[in-house]
C-alpha cells in the first residue's frame, strides 16, 4: 500500500498518467483478429496517410477506426493544441471485449452456438 497523505499518493498517480492524445471506442461489434488487420496497416503513419489508407480499404473495420482517428485528431487539437500536420500514430490496438453468444438451429434438432465477438479499440496519437 502507497504511503503518504491521500491528495499526495493522487498527485504521483497523476504525474505519471500518459498525457498522449487519445480516443478509444468500447464495444466495437466488430473481432479483435479483423480490427488488427486494419490497425496493423496504420500504425506507425502520420495523420493524413492513415485516414488516406482507411478511405480506400474495403474491410469493414476501416470505417470504424477511421471514425475513431478523426476523434483522435479532434482530440489534440482541441484539448491539447496540437498541429494535425504533425501528428503520428504512436499506438493502436485492439483488446478483447464480451461476446454476445447466439444459437442458430441446425438439423435433426441441434443448436449450433454463434458467438458475436466485440473489441475495445484505442487509438494514441503523438507529436513529431
Same mark, same amino acid.
Request: aromatic share 6%.
Given at each position: 500500500?502507497?504511503?503518504?497523505?491521500?491528495?499526495?499518493?493522487?498527485?504521483?498517480?497523476?504525474?505519471?498518467?500518459?498525457?498522449?492524445?487519445?480516443?478509444?471506442?468500447?464495444?466495437?461489434?466488430?473481432?479483435?483478429?479483423?480490427?488488427?488487420?486494419? &490497425?496493423?496497416?496504420?500504425?506507425?503513419?502520420?495523420?493524413?496517410?492513415?485516414?488516406?489508407?482507411?478511405?480506400?480499404?474495403?474491410?469493414?473495420?476501416?470505417?470504424?477506426?477511421?471514425?475513431?482517428?478523426?476523434?483522435?485528431?479532434?482530440?489534440?487539437?482541441?484539448?491539447?493544441?496540437?498541429?494535425?500536420?504533425?501528428?503520428?500514430?504512436?499506438?493502436?490496438?485492439?483488446?478483447?471485449?464480451?461476446?454476445?453468444?447466439?444459437?442458430?438451429?441446425?438439423?435433426?434438432?441441434?443448436?449450433?452456438?454463434?458467438?458475436?465477438?466485440?473489441?475495445?479499440?484505442?487509438?494514441? &496519437?503523438?507529436?513529431?
Amino acid at each position: 500500500m502507497a504511503k503518504g497523505h491521500r491528495s499526495q499518493i493522487k498527485r504521483e498517480r497523476n504525474a505519471q498518467k500518459d498525457t498522449r492524445p487519445s480516443a478509444k471506442l468500447s464495444y466495437a461489434r466488430v473481432s479483435v483478429q479483423k480490427a488488427c488487420f486494419v &490497425l496493423d496497416a496504420i500504425r506507425g503513419k502520420d495523420v493524413t496517410t492513415a485516414l488516406a489508407i482507411l478511405e480506400y480499404n474495403p474491410r469493414y473495420a476501416s470505417s470504424i477506426i477511421k471514425k475513431l482517428l478523426q476523434s483522435a485528431i479532434a482530440n489534440a487539437e482541441n484539448n491539447n493544441g496540437m498541429n494535425a500536420e504533425n501528428l503520428y500514430i504512436a499506438e493502436c490496438f485492439a483488446n478483447k471485449g464480451p461476446t454476445m453468444k447466439r444459437v442458430q438451429p441446425r438439423a435433426q434438432g441441434r443448436a449450433y452456438r454463434i458467438e458475436k465477438r466485440m473489441s475495445h479499440i484505442t487509438i494514441v &496519437l503523438d507529436e513529431r
